[in-house]
């Protein structure tokens, strides 16, 4: 998988045990760039172009942009709606008997409740199990107590249930020390992510990272 920006002569080949560390250092193209990841992360249009052998993959499927580690929520819309149609699936598949026995009981105690009311009332009697799980407020358990904790249990659950493999960030080396960072790495490697960072600065390398500068004067530095 390749990630190539159509202004400037810059291929990032996303690859198995590699952390690619993009240091733009150019403030205006820095400001460019980022705009068009946020972009093209919330399927609009910008100048990079997503690929793998040879097929242009749509960037807002494929990849997340985070810009701020700390709002990394577990249990966000996207993640949870996501689980919510896996437990669906999983009940209509392995459940079926249980949820028919408890949409009978379910509309036995409505049944008995709305006789007591002074007035006509109607419900749906069809059981949504979706619903279910929204009413019982079903989440992801979070455990995670440090920033890299976060952000690795945040990892984790959206490549299980959001399928998404490839990440962004955005001034990570601005947070997590060198140690924080080999052990991200670490995990990454494990879970067989791919990660790029974006950075304003060039720091010194890490095990692991290949790096590329976009410099003042606009020239790519491949290190």
């Not at 093209?40 to 242009?56: A, H, N, P, V």
């Not at 990570?172 to 600065?201: H, S, W």
Request: aromatic share 10%; charged share 25%; glycine share 4%.
């Amino acid at each position: 998988m390749r990630l190539i920006h159509k202004d400037f002569n810059l291929e990032i080949e996303l690859m198995e045990n590699q952390i690619s560390v993009l240091s733009i250092e150019n403030k205006k193209v820095y400001t460019e760039v980022l705009k068009d990841l946020w972009n093209q992360t919330q399927g609009q249009d910008g100048r990079f172009i997503l690929s793998e052998k040879d097929k242009q993959l749509k960037i807002s499927k494929e990849m997340e942009c985070i810009f701020n580690p700390f709002c990394l929520d577990c249990n966000d819309r996207k993640i949870l709606n996501r689980l919510y149609q896996e437990m669906r699936d999983q009940a209509d598949s392995y459940c079926q008997q249980e949820t028919i026995k408890l949409n009978t009981e379910i509309n036995r105690f409505l049944d008995q409740l709305l006789m007591l009311m002074p007035y006509a009332l109607d419900y749906n009697a069809n059981l949504d199990v979706s619903g279910l799980f929204k009413l019982y407020t079903v989440e992801v358990q979070s455990q995670g107590e440090t920033l890299l904790q976060r952000m690795t249990e945040y990892l984790r659950v959206m490549s299980k249930i959001g399928g998404i493999d490839n990440y962004i960030f955005v001034g990570l080396k601005q947070y997590l020390t060198v140690e924080e960072l080999e052990n991200l790495y670490e995990f990454v490697f494990y879970e067989k992510l791919n990660l790029i960072l974006v950075e304003a600065v060039q720091s010194p390398a890490i095990s692991g990272e290949k790096g590329w500068i976009i410099d003042s004067d606009l020239c790519i530095i491949d290190l």
